[in-house]
């Protein structure tokens, strides 16, 4: 794929007039998606896919870009960019300027690549499919390599392909309660998978005591690191974007002009390095390794696009035009994970959170639902599942004066997204203690 | 490339029981200036081919953007390999339609292509409505954009059914916000609810740079309001609230593919189990509601579903009784329901799953004017920009841009953040006067997002304003 990469944009860049600047942004993935219901196969297929993203500029400061699916065929999709590519040049001039358009003009060439990887689909979903004979289990298997790359008429290339699975799936019980699982990695290995599963099944059966009603109040709350990132993933609804935070409508903008704070527990990256997107943006800079978002509850960096960085005058850090953050990573805290149930001694133990959304967003105040496995915590002791449970309650709040501590142990959590094309989003979080959390419905 | 493919068809038609070929080709458009600026313009032009295989019990699928001949041949293989695989682990073993669509049609019906005006018309027009949102010096942030989408489909299976259909939708929207003391509201366009199957003209003819006045002065009005009180009103929601409220509370709880669990480990379940199908009570009897695949304009009409099953419409909800889900031709068949033409993909390269199409209200026979005059002490909700709800769909939690205080049948002062929340069946049976077809109104939105792998669509929804009894309203901090 890398090789076709290269070949069909060094042939576009030969169309290119000496006034104009060319950047192809090529994304392709060849996945392989597997449903499953009660154990069993609902739909199985294969996706194969490549496109291109060609964005052509001229010396008026004129820009215009058109994506456009690709065959694989080189003469083929030649002919078809090429067209793209000759529209793409017609309409340039009746365009207004774009004051704001900023492309990288330094060289900064870069290759991620993975080995070939030899894994079996149909042998893990045997294998699936054989340790859920006797569980309801649903959830989604999809595997395959991902391939992103850069190039511009003024010589730059870059190229990031990675292979990887996600198997992310629940386990229900006939009571209808459930524990959700995820297994995702790049290597696929039984014995790790049995025990996530075999972990899971262990919840599984504290769930099948009878379920307890609790009542709309106050209580702490053990949130598990993929409840903690919904929580997270609503505060980068433009909440670390400079321009959302410039124009008022981030749900951290009074974090940012410190009209308010968070617990110094809370310290927050953008970590590239650690994490599977790729280390370039679609206008070919390079993005640091590591970006401080957030220091000891203090507002500390903002993600700031090229197009924020002239609009605003200021220092760009490579971020994407929507500012959002896609490798989160959140310091450890120093509860240890037998420590948590006793710390809580009454409460509740959240593991997953759900459909959040705002209810102030002026004021960062969100609401949202528990979700598999929740518990009652009860000196100490998980005694029983409970009922579905709205919150409503404000991140200063939640990670605020009421943050009581942070896990030492982190997970990281790949998004098993697949809008338009496979995730390459990760975070990775501590688990979190949370008094007087707000249970509204 | 599709004459090309309908007149090799039977190069690649494979020895299985049943075969079905869905080329979809799509083109989007995407224009918007904020404060003052074009934004770069999205073009995205879109090809691909999904084959499906159902064979001696097994289905499987193969989805591929390389639609040379050996393109589809691979992906024809790769379906079939998945059938093959799948045989004996399928939760249902889907038996093909029977009937077949010899030769069917659908285009959306637009005064003024897309293409009428040039790209630097559409900007001049766009800058146009910017002077207009940026009316006063306190609007902090604005901004319009048009998007336009065409999707072309292409079907055709072994059992001889062809046919193709052009579906092409606009969505305007307009935004601005505006800042006093550090608050900012934010007041828009009906959301991405303005979303319909017309032509260009509609976007002419929409008044929209009056429509950006008006909503300038609403988002500098809410920014000095007093938060919304805390209790319980009556209330009366406007369309562009009622459309979300009608697509969680009552569109995704019954589609059928969720009641049947497929659902529960992303988008969730429902509260609604098949047994209750022609008896439960779901709401009050002025609750109609229809799967609407015939209504004029709307975003989701349509001739044929993406299995090829001929759409009509049908009562989902007649007088609060609840009588069919929302499921498609394959999962009525696994629950022994009956079917309305529901099964739908994003593209190419997702499957078909059961889908909203149009899910509207139908209407009732009290003006707007009527409905206000009947409230003594309540609140009218406009334009949603919040929502959750639980993953059986039970409790609810949304919330709008504007309220406006009713007393003594007459709209008052402003409120900000205005929220409510209640529980499904609850909320519904305490409907008690529906809009007459003056106040109707054809809205949609055009990123529902459901499925494993995941997939958005556009859905949609008519509806008047309603009034509910005591709901339980709320502010902000």
Known sequence: ?441 | MKNEFLNQINTYLPSVDYCSFRFVNKYTNIISVTRNVLEPIEIVEDEGLMVTVIHDGGFGYGATSDLTKEGILKATQEAKKWAEFSKNHLIHQPIPPINIIDNGQYFTCEKDGWAKESSKDKVDYLMEINKSLKSKSSISNWGASFRYNKIETLFTDTNGSNFRQKISYILPQLIACAEHKKQIQTRTYGGHAHARQIGYNFLKESDLINHASVIANDAIELSMAPNCPNKQLDTVIAPDQMILQIHESIGHPLELDRILGDERNYAGSSFVSLDMFGKYQYGSEKLNISFNPEEDSELATYNFDDDGIAADKKYLIKNGKLERPIGSYYSAQRANQEYVACSRATSWNRPPIDRMGNINMEPGETSFTEMINSVEDGILLETNNSWSIDDYRNKFQFGCEKGTVIKNGELKEVVKNPNYRGVTTEFWHNLDMVGDRASFSILGTANCGKGEPNQTIFVGHATPPCLFKNIDIFGGE
Request: aromatic share 10%.
């Open chain 1, 1 to 441: 794929m890398k090789d076709y990469f290269h070949s069909i944009s060094q042939e576009l860049f030969k169309n290119i007039k000496s006034n104009e600047l060319l950047i192809v942004n090529f994304d392709a993935e060849d996945s392989c998606f597997v449903r499953l219901n009660k154990g069993k196969i609902r739909q199985a297929g294969s996706v194969k896919q490549i496109s291109m993203t060609l964005s052509l500029s001229n010396k008026d400061k004129k820009n215009l870009k058109s994506y456009v699916r690709l065959n694989g065929s080189f003469d083929r999709d030649i002919y078809t960019l090429i067209k793209t590519l000759n529209y793409l040049r017609r309409e340039l001039p009746d365009l207004p300027k774009d004051p704001y358009m900023m492309f990288s003009r330094s060289i900064n060439s870069t290759e991620i690549s993975e080995e070939q990887n030899t894994i079996d689909d149909k042998e893990i979903l045997s294998y699936i499919m054989s340790s859920a004979v006797e569980l309801d289990l649903v959830g989604i298997y999809s595997s395959g390599y991902i391939y992103t790359g850069l190039a511009n008429s003024l010589g730059q290339t870059n190229w990031h392909s990675n292979y990887s699975f996600s198997f992310d799936y629940s386990i229900y019980n006939k009571n209808n309660n459930a524990i959700k699982l995820n297994y995702s990695s790049k290597e696929w290995n039984n014995d790790e998978y049995d025990l996530i599963l075999e972990k899971g099944i262990e919840k599984l059966a504290i769930l099948s005591v009878p379920q307890k009603t609790i009542d709309t109040g106050e209580y702490t709350v053990y949130l598990e690191p993929s409840a903690l990132n919904e929580i997270i993933d609503m505060m980068s609804w433009g909440g670390f974007s400079y321009k959302s935070n410039k124009i008022g409508t981030s749900p951290l903008h009074l974090l940012n002009k410190k009209e308010k704070s968070l617990h110094r527990y809370v310290s927050i990256d953008e970590n590239i390095k650690d994490g599977i997107s790729a280390n370039f943006n679609s206008d070919g800079f390079i993005k640091p390794d590591v970006i401080n978002m957030i220091s000891e509850g203090k507002f500390a960096d903002t993600l700031v696009s090229p197009r924020s960085s002239l609009e605003y005058s200021v220092k760009h850090n490579a971020s994407s035009m929507s500012e959002y953050p896609c490798s989160v990573d959140m310091r450890a805290g120093d509860i240890k994970n037998d420590q948590i149930l006793n710390t809580v001694n009454n409460g509740i133990y959240i593991s997953n959170l759900w459909y959040l959304n705002f209810s102030d967003r002026n004021n960062g105040r969100m609401t949202g639902l528990t979700r598999f496995g929740c518990f009652m915590i009860e000196n100490g002791t998980l005694t029983a599942p409970i009922n579905t449970m709205r919150f409503d309650d404000s991140v200063y709040s939640m990670l605020g004066n009421n943050l009581i501590g942070l896990t030492s142990k982190r997970e990281l959590l790949i998004d098993s997204g697949t809008y338009e094309e496979r995730s390459t989003s990760s975070a990775r979080l501590p688990g979190a203690i949370i008094n007087n959390f707000k249970m509204t419905l």
